[in-house]
């Protein structure tokens, strides 16, 4: 591990000024950041401990939540407005990690999470342009299981790994963010980047800006939502495919709902093509198909990960076929 310098910040003000020089990193819970420092992925010349920040989870005046970026995701996870009014969210965070994880990691640290793909944390026999930009990419013709099918690029096919940055696309939430220039809000939808060209540039944040909050907006119809992970195994691994998804419904119709994937690009996918396709029509298996069939129409499977379109398939029929009975489990 590269040495660095350490600070903890006393509110966020004090970390943005800590922050500000582009060779720090802010430290939250360190369950990914520490690692990538082990493995050498990651040289930050000074940590800056925002720990010390808002964990707190507050009622908006419009009736969404406030979520503080320190708040723990263990504490997330069993907030009773959290569970019952924005369930994918909760189920999301348990699909996510082991209850130790979950103890240490932070809101705020859990959206800048950083690819798992093989090549980007092999420093030393792998090329990988997120990693080491203009390098290449080995993982176009390597073992690709676990990669892109949208949104990538010749560049870069590696997926965002959180669980519950997917809930949060769902759920339209906004991002608190604070910098140098003020305080800004951004659409979580806007937050990530797809590879582009510059896949080791994950988000829109600039240097030495800091999350200081997520907020969700009031969604009533979000208290029938779900969230299922399909992973090869049972234990913490990370999604093949995953399925965030809220829907309201008046008699046999579908009035709303709200669709977001995991497993399948650079950054949680929010699936407009599939709200559209639903919104209005009837809640059955040919229109979820329909609907899916749209969302992933210009996929582009690679060798190892060509089941992904007919998984997800199959994932948003179950998950959104339960929704309509009003089942949540």
Not at 77 to 90: C, G, N, Q
Not at 201 to 225: N, Q, R
Not at 234 to 256: H, K, Q
């Amino acid at each position: 591990m590269t040495p660095f310098a350490y600070a903890r910040a006393g509110d966020s003000a004090e970390a943005v000024r800590l922050g500000a020089d582009t060779t720090a990193a802010y430290l939250g819970g360190g369950t990914n950041l520490v690692d990538l420092m082990r493995e050498t992925v990651a040289r930050p010349a000074r940590l800056v401990d925002v720990t010390g920040l808002s964990d707190r989870i507050e009622d908006t005046p419009e009736g969404g939540l406030l979520i503080g970026a320190a708040v723990r995701n263990t504490a997330l996870a069993e907030h009773r407005a959290v569970r019952t009014r924005y369930p994918m969210l909760s189920r999301a965070i348990l699909a996510g990690a082991s209850a130790q994880i979950r103890n240490m990691a932070t809101v705020g640290g859990n959206l800048l999470q950083r690819t798992r793909c093989t090549y980007f944390y092999d420093t030393e026999g792998s090329r990988c342009n997120k990693r080491d930009p203009g390098s290449g990419c080995d993982a176009h013709e390597g073992f690709n299981r676990i990669h892109a099918i949208l949104g990538a690029s010749p560049s870069c096919v590696a997926t965002h790994p959180s669980d519950m940055c997917v809930a949060l696309a769902a759920l339209d939430a906004t991002v608190h963010v604070e910098g140098g220039g003020g305080a800004r809000t951004l659409p979580f939808d806007a937050l990530h980047r797809l590879p582009g060209d510059r896949p080791d540039i994950d988000t829109v944040l600039t240097p030495g800006e800091l999350i200081t909050a997520i907020e969700l907006p009031p969604l009533p119809f979000a208290a029938t939502s779900t969230y299922r992970k399909v992973r090869d195994r049972a234990s913490y691994a990370f999604a093949l495919i995953s399925v965030a998804a809220a829907l309201e419904m008046e008699g046999d119709r579908i009035s709303d709902v709200r669709i977001a994937f995991g497993g399948v690009a650079h950054k949680p996918w929010r699936a407009t093509l599939a709200e559209a396709a639903l919104r209005g029509g009837p809640a059955t298996e040919a229109a979820f198909r329909d609907a899916a069939a749209r969302e992933f129409a210009d996929a582009r499977p690679l060798r190892d990960n060509a089941f992904k379109p007919a998984l997800a398939t199959r994932t948003l029929v179950a998950v959104l076929g339960a929704l309509a009975k009003g089942e949540t489990a």
